[in-house]
């Protein structure tokens, strides 16, 4: 009976949830469009405890976690993304460069608009991608055109082939941070499992694996770079950070976070004996992220690369809103001094207080060992993102994969509340409820503003739920 009672426990529980599991993925890949936003929420919420619970209950087989994290994945592999059609800018994209034709120069609507078809399918791929995608410049960096144009090679003249490509692609970075996170957490002595908050995490799966968003590949690049800073390789660690930015251009925020962590390092002037060598290291370093980026984006580069990439990037602070906190605020200020929607001046504000609190963050606060480097990191991508007109959910993942490292939990609440903001999908217009979007930042803002000002933790201690 005891024997009955402990495999019951250990395995065939665990078992039955990751069954139930599967079949709640299968019906949100197959069988859910983003409007049914009740469905969304409950299988989404029905997601999240039982992947509470596995963790819970098995944390410690490591070898069952990973097989159920990657077999939940294999399940979207033949779905189209049913909450975001970014992805058909990313296979029109792919064909572009194929085509010898540099994506960063021209819209797709001036090629439609002329009758112009200078891809295949370009037609379907126009009329799905919606309108924002069509009518600006391109803005993902080289390292994801690279996994365009390997979508593009292997499946050049179909959208479901060229998504099972991509698919395989995010999946294979989540391989990535999997095998780097677990390696980095244990030279942190911090529990092996802390990694699967992030891996196993239904949100992780459904943004990227099912969703086609590459904050996985850029993911992947950090934590790899972090591992390596850590293990002592600083030069490696800059080359695969400038990979990190390639992908996505938010790890840009955290370089000069790295100054204490070479210039006050008790390690590094143990090893180097002299401030001045640190120093060199610091300027090293920064160099060779600087000279590999640059690097990255040369097959790209002309003077229009440069106005139209600037003019894209430029949108997201003055144009765009979605899903905002503090920014919302601001702009209900606004409206009642000047009577009308100030994004195009807070927008320009916002990217001055963000480097302020950067600079405050690097000069004034501790980063000298990896926790301390990694939650400032986390702190101050939160700033950016309480702060920042526009905040999609696939945006969190990064503060997952760095909470991962560090004492905080707010990610991982946020990214159960964050489902929220796809309700504003559920109308004709897509218009947000700011009740709901408040909702959501409530209960992230008070998770935060405990762990933050009133939670009494060990220094340099990590949460293990």
């Not at 929420?41 to 999240?48: E, G, P, Q, T, V």
């Not at 991962?404 to 999908?425: C, D, E, H, N």
Request: charged share 10%.
């Amino acid at each position: 009976m005891p024997l009955n009672s402990s495999f019951l426990k250990h395995y065939k529980i665990p078992a039955l949830l990751a069954i139930t599991s599967a079949l709640f993925y299968v019906s949100f890949a197959y069988d859910l469009v983003r409007t049914d936003y009740t469905k969304l929420i409950m299988l989404y919420s029905a997601l999240f405890f039982l992947f509470y619970k596995i963790i819970k209950i098995t944390k410690h087989n490591i070898k069952f976690l990973t097989w159920i994290a990657f077999g939940f994945r294999t399940i979207f592999i033949l779905a189209i993304p049913n909450l975001s059609q970014d992805f058909y800018r990313f296979i029109w994209d792919g064909r572009m460069i194929l085509e010898g034709i540099n994506p960063y120069l021209f819209t797709v609507e001036a090629f439609i608009s002329n009758g112009e078809f200078p891809v295949s399918q370009a037609q379907e791929l126009y009329a799905r991608m919606g309108e924002l995608n069509a009518s600006h410049y391109t803005n993902y960096p080289p390292i994801n055109q690279l996994c365009f144009v390997i979508a593009g090679l292997f499946a050049g003249k179909s959208i479901l082939g060229s998504v099972i490509v991509m698919r395989l692609l995010i999946i294979a970075a989540d391989f990535g941070t999997l095998f780097f996170g677990k390696k980095l957490l244990v030279k942190l002595n911090i529990p092996v499992y802390n990694i699967f908050w992030y891996i196993l995490n239904p949100f992780i799966i459904i943004e990227l694996t099912g969703n086609l968003h590459f904050e996985g590949v850029m993911i992947f690049f950090l934590v790899w770079s972090l591992y390596l800073l850590h293990s002592g390789k600083w030069k490696f660690a800059a080359v695969v950070f400038a990979l990190s930015v390639s992908a996505k251009l938010i790890p840009l925020m955290f370089l000069p976070l790295f100054y204490q962590w070479f210039a006050k390092n008790k390690k590094t002037s143990q090893v180097l004996k002299t401030c001045e060598v640190s120093k060199i290291k610091l300027v090293g370093f920064y160099s060779i992220v600087g000279f590999s980026t640059i690097l990255l984006f040369l097959p790209f580069y002309s003077s229009e690369f440069i106005t139209n990439y600037a003019q894209t990037v430029a949108l997201w602070f003055q144009n765009f809103e979605f899903n905002a906190s503090l920014y919302y605020i601001a702009r209900e200020i606004g409206y009642s001094f000047r009577g009308w929607n100030e994004i195009a001046v807070i927008g320009k504000i916002i990217p001055a207080i963000v480097i302020l609190f950067v600079l405050i963050i690097t000069f004034f606060r501790k980063n000298k060992t990896t926790i301390q480097l990694i939650t400032a990191m986390l702190l101050v991508l939160s700033f950016y993102y309480f702060t920042a007109t526009t905040v999609h959910p696939w945006y969190i993942a990064t503060l997952l994969i760095l909470s991962v490292f560090t004492k905080y939990i707010f990610p991982l609440v946020w990214s159960f509340v964050i489902v929220l903001s796809y309700l504003a999908y559920a109308n004709s217009d897509n218009t947000e409820n700011l009740w709901i979007i408040g909702l959501e930042y409530l209960v992230v803002y008070s998770v935060f503003i405990w762990e933050v000002f009133f939670k009494k933790t060990p220094k340099e201690s990590v949460n293990v739920l």
